[in-house]
């Protein structure tokens, strides 16, 4: 009975690097929130994605972030040209039925920006 | 726009009660009480949630009050693995943008 899985857990990268990040939900769960939390704050929203869709990116910054969901495979965070700033711990949630539901986490992959 | 207020940290006992508060004065009557509990920088593990009635489970109990202005979240019988920081969250449960706060760092000691 696998929770939701992210990898990597640790992800260094270099300024103006791509970072990639993969969650895969839950047994029978199709929909996928990423949510970001930077030192010593609150994790915040960013996107909320359902089977090959966008639901809801309000949380994304607009520039260099983007997410997907295919129909295969799990669900992609990728931040492009990162900056120091970036550096943060991304956590994914996953949940069954929707945005209704109770959301399942999985432990995070920390970005580390050099 | 904090929905809820939490003590910033308490202790508990080993093998004792602990009892976590959260006020929510402004919660309107289609909103759910969450608790989720955060352990050294994991993933948010998902607690309990509520709308009116009291609830338990496995991991806790959860009382609201009548006027629905405040709860109490109990772990019966504290260990030192339960060691972490609890959030309180209001949400409408059509809103799937959690809202965590600094919630309350929770330390058990032997």
């Known amino acids: 009975n696998a929770g939701v899985m992210q990898n990597p857990r640790h992800l260094v990268r270099r300024r103006g690097q791509e970072a990639r990040l993969r969650c895969s939900p839950m047994?029978?769960?199709?929909?996928v929130y990423w949510y970001r939390q930077l030192p010593e704050e609150g994790l915040k929203f960013m996107v909320y994605?359902?089977?090959?869709?966008?639901?809801?990116e309000s949380g994304m910054p607009k520039e260099r972030f983007s997410a997907e969901f295919p129909k295969e495979g799990p669900s992609i965070l990728r931040i492009q040209q990162v900056v120091r700033g970036d550096s943060a711990a991304y956590f994914c949630?996953?949940?069954?039925?929707?945005?209704?539901?109770?959301?399942?986490f999985g432990p995070g992959t920390r970005l580390t920006v050099l | 726009d904090a929905k809820t207020t939490q003590p910033t940290s308490m202790d508990c006992a080993e093998g004792r009660a602990a009892n976590l508060p959260c006020n929510h004065s402004?919660?309107?009557?289609?909103?759910?009480v969450y608790w989720y509990r955060q352990i050294h920088s994991q993933g948010p593990q998902y607690i309990i949630h509520?709308?009116?009635n009291n609830e338990t489970n496995e991991m806790a109990s959860l009382i609201i009050t009548e006027d629905r202005k405040s709860s109490t979240l109990i772990l019966p019988h504290a260990t030192l693995r339960d060691t972490a920081v609890y959030y309180c969250?209001?949400?409408?449960?059509?809103?799937?943008?959690?809202?965590f706060g600094a919630g309350t760092t929770v330390t058990v000691r032997a």
């Open positions: 402004t919660i309107s009557g289609n909103e759910y």
């Open positions: 047994k029978g769960h199709s929909h």
């Open positions: 509520g709308l009116k």
């Open positions: 949630a996953s949940s069954e039925g929707g945005r209704r539901d109770t959301q399942y």
């Open positions: 994605l359902q089977k090959e869709n966008i639901i809801d």
């Open positions: 969250i209001v949400r409408v449960r059509d809103d799937y943008k959690l809202s």
